[in-house]
């Protein structure tokens, strides 16, 4: 099999750091390049960190080349400090640089949504993720995978206190056989998922894992 040049947005959160660590894990990749505000402490010879100026990213345009694109990009309302500001990072920044490695001939794309995403929802996570896969879709990537995962288990240095009180509450009703489609799920089943499905065989153009397809993936 050819091995593939990956490249990751969003490297250096609970998500995209795992995925860099099983990209860089497998063999079937050989270059994994990735974007970054500031230099990773992550090490392999696999490794290429560009650090840049998120506001200026087409001044990066010719740096974006591979053959898979991982979006693993994202903040809350809390650390962005306003809805503007969440909504350049979650969708602003994702978009422009997709749409940049789909014209530089990037073939694969895969980005990390999340469940309930609905551009008409009324709530404004969610909405920004809904309209953030509408307008992917419209890119001339050949495949297109989308993982809408549930509420996910980080790190232990990484997790939020709002996280912990969620992860304990869905966990008591799934032993209670309640919501079990959101079940939580690890930022690491999610990177392993990610890295194998990226290199999976699939006729559609446009591939959805909900929930539920993720559980039954990890």
């Known amino acids: 099999?050819?091995?593939?040049?990956?490249?990751?947005?969003?490297?250096?959160?609970?998500?995209?750091?795992?995925?860099?660590?099983?990209?860089?894990?497998?063999?079937n990749f050989d270059r994994v390049t990735i974007f970054t505000r500031n230099e990773t402490k992550i090490r392999s010879?696999?490794?290429?960190?560009?650090?840049?100026?998120?506001?200026?990213?087409?001044?990066?345009?010719?740096?974006?080349?591979g053959d898979i694109?991982?979006?693993?990009?994202g903040t809350t309302l809390k650390e962005a400090g306003s809805k503007s500001n969440q909504y350049e990072v979650d969708f602003?920044?994702?978009?422009?640089?997709?749409?940049?490695?789909?014209?530089n001939g990037v073939s694969s794309y895969?980005?990390?949504s999340s469940a309930g995403a609905n551009e008409k929802s009324l709530f404004f996570y969610p909405r920004i993720k809904g309209e953030l896969e509408i307008a992917v879709t419209n890119l001339s990537f050949e495949i297109i995978r989308i993982f809408q995962p549930p509420l996910l288990i980080r790190q232990p240095d990484l997790i939020r206190p709002a996280e912990l009180i969620g992860i304990k509450l869905f966990n008591a009703l799934n032993?209670?056989?309640?919501?079990?489609?959101?079940?939580?799920?690890?930022?690491?089943?999610?990177a392993k998922i990610?890295?194998?499905?990226?290199?999976?065989?699939?006729?559609?153009?446009?591939?959805?894992?909900?929930?539920k397809e993720l559980h039954d993936l990890a």
Do not use: W
Request: aromatic share 10%.
């Open 1 to 27: 099999m050819k091995k593939r040049s990956v490249i990751v947005l969003g490297a250096t959160g609970a998500c995209g750091k795992e995925l860099v660590y099983s990209l860089i894990k497998n063999p």
């Open 45 to 65: 010879p696999k490794l290429v960190n560009h650090t840049i100026d998120f506001s200026k990213l087409q001044e990066y345009k010719k740096l974006i080349v």
């Open 69 to 73: 694109l991982f979006s693993a990009l």
């Open 92 to 103: 602003t920044y994702q978009y422009e640089f997709a749409k940049m490695a789909s014209q």
């Open 110 to 112: 895969s980005l990390i």
């Open 175 to 190: 032993k209670i056989g309640i919501l079990m489609q959101q079940k939580p799920l690890s930022v690491f089943d999610l």
């Open 194 to 211: 990610m890295t194998k499905e990226s290199i999976s065989y699939k006729e559609e153009k446009i591939i959805k894992y909900t929930p």
